[in-house]
């Protein structure tokens, strides 16, 4: 299976902030990455596929980069409403893997 | 705008006589071009891959620790997918996502349905 070794675990941030969430994979999984955000009691809302295409609607305040194994995903001008948990997660075999996650916190 | 609506979760009691059929209605998309998956997430956990099959129906995938309990399928004609859990344990409790992915890995989740299974 592919590990998935995000860090960190959390960050305290604040509004206006930029944040940088590292995810690293065991083995080479090319571009086939996707972030989410999870807040709590709600459903996932994916952010990012294929390790840097945004996903439709959502702003561009986030991004993400890189390949093979290290990835990152960046929120700039941090805003209340991103306060959240951020996940990612691998496609590229199966089984399907995540990352721990990260708590991003005021 | 896509949709994706489960349903079926319960409470149910762990053993040979838990089982529950969950369903995931989609709208808003062309079906037949999207993989669709299982996802679960355990109360205070993070997400953990259940089961995935391919835009034909015939190609499924599963994790080692639902193998041969769970069966996951889908209706083209209706719009949605199904997952038939058998034989329920109590590590089986969690809200379960239905998720659309496309070929170039874009993906819609679901707001999930809770299953608990408790004696």
């Known amino acids: 299976d592919i590990q998935m070794t995000q860090s960190p675990s959390s960050l305290s941030a604040s509004v206006g902030d930029r944040v940088t969430i590292t995810c690293r994979a065991s083995?080479?999984?090319?571009?086939?990455l996707v972030w989410f955000q999870q807040k709590p009691g709600k459903a996932p809302k994916s952010l990012i596929y294929g390790a840097s295409s945004l996903e439709s609607g959502v702003p561009s305040k986030f991004s993400g980069s890189g390949s093979g194994t290290d990835f990152t995903l960046t929120i700039t001008r941090l805003q209340p409403e991103d306060f959240a948990t951020y996940y990612c997660q691998q496609y590229h075999a199966f089984p399907l893997t995540f990352g721990a996650g990260t708590r991003v916190e005021i | 705008e896509v949709q994706l609506v489960e349903s079926g979760g319960d409470l149910v009691q762990p053993g040979g006589s838990g089982s529950l059929r969950l369903s995931c209605v989609a709208s808003?998309?062309?079906?037949?071009?999207?993989?669709m998956t299982w996802v679960r997430q355990p109360p205070g956990k993070g997400p953990e891959w259940v089961a995935s099959i391919k835009q034909d129906g015939i190609e499924k995938f599963y994790a080692d620790s639902v193998t041969g309990r769970f069966t996951i399928s889908r209706d083209n004609v209706k719009n949605s997918m199904y997952l038939q859990m058998d034989s329920l344990r109590v590590e089986d409790t969690a809200t379960y996502y239905c998720?659309?992915?496309?070929?170039?890995?874009?993906?819609?989740w679901g707001q999930g349905t809770l299953v608990t299974v408790s004696s």
């Open positions: 083995e080479d999984i090319i571009s086939s």
């Open positions: 998720v659309a992915s496309s070929a170039v890995g874009d993906r819609h």
């Open positions: 808003g998309f062309t079906f037949t071009s999207y993989w």
